[in-house]
């Protein structure tokens, strides 16, 4: 199966810093690798994602890079704001049915 | 067109009692997935289903847990005799099709349960 680890478990950044946070996966066979955010009592929702045959993708503020040679992909985040607050966790697409995801990023936004 | 429900929002069971958690997907998703959250950590997937079928069960626990998607209504997920270690959010999420890079799941709010 598969196995995804992000780090860092927990980041605080200066209002306007950039926020990088990274993830691994072991298994060559996953091609899609999308990011959640998650705000305290909330669901998860899509922010951002990155398919196998791409490098890097921008949406405004937020990238994401992929390396499947080394099998990780980074979410980052430039001018933070503090509603950029929540938990961010990464998620690894696997056989077709499963995401495995990581354990999850408390991102902190200090005004 | 709203989005995916899910209900109870909290439930507090007593040990031995029985939970059930319903998921209401988007409307026109035929695919349901459930995830076990428990506090501080990812999500974890427990199992896919298509209507009145499950597709992919590999990480649902063998025994008391279960899930089902009829024709009519929506998912269920019980856990019979539930027990401290069953304290956690339970998500649902509702896809057009089996997720893939083309097909974004959309997750429900989540059940907290609460065993004592």
């Known amino acids: 199966g598969e196995n995804v680890e992000q780090h860092p478990s927990t980041l605080s950044v200066q209002e306007g810093d950039s926020a990088v946070i990274k993830c691994t996966y072991s298994?060559?066979?996953?091609?899609?690798f999308p990011w959640y955010k998650q705000e305290l009592g909330k669901r998860p929702q899509l922010i951002i994602d990155?398919?196998?045959?791409?490098g890097e993708k921008k949406d405004q503020r937020i990238a994401v890079t992929l390396n499947k040679t080394a099998k990780h992909f980074s979410l980052h985040i430039t001018e933070t704001q503090p509603e950029d607050s929540a938990v961010y966790f990464c998620?690894?697409?696997?056989?077709?049915?499963?995401?495995?995801f990581g354990t999850g990023t408390s991102l902190t936004v200090i005004p | 067109n709203a989005g995916v429900m899910q209900n109870p929002r909290h439930l507090v069971r007593r040990r031995g009692q029985e939970a059930r958690l319903r998921c209401s997907p988007m409307?026109?998703?035929?695919?349901v997935y459930w995830y076990r959250q428990l506090p501080e950590e990812g999500l974890k997937f427990m199992v896919y289903?298509?209507?009145?079928?499950?597709?992919?069960e590999s990480g649902m626990p063998k025994e008391r847990f279960s899930a089902e998607f009829p024709k009519e209504g929506p998912s269920i997920l019980r856990i019979q005799q539930v027990v401290r270690g069953d304290s956690a959010a339970y998500f649902c999420?509702?896809?057009?099709?089996?997720?893939?890079?083309?097909?974004?799941?959309?997750f429900g709010p989540g059940t907290r349960l609460t065993v004592l």
């Open positions: 998620a690894a697409l696997y056989t077709g049915n499963q995401f495995y």
């Open positions: 409307k026109g998703h035929s695919h």
């Open positions: 289903l298509q209507k009145e079928n499950i597709i992919d």
């Open positions: 990155i398919r196998s045959n791409v």
């Open positions: 999420a509702s896809s057009t099709a089996r997720v893939s890079s083309y097909n974004e799941q959309f």
């Open positions: 298994d060559s066979a996953s091609n899609y």
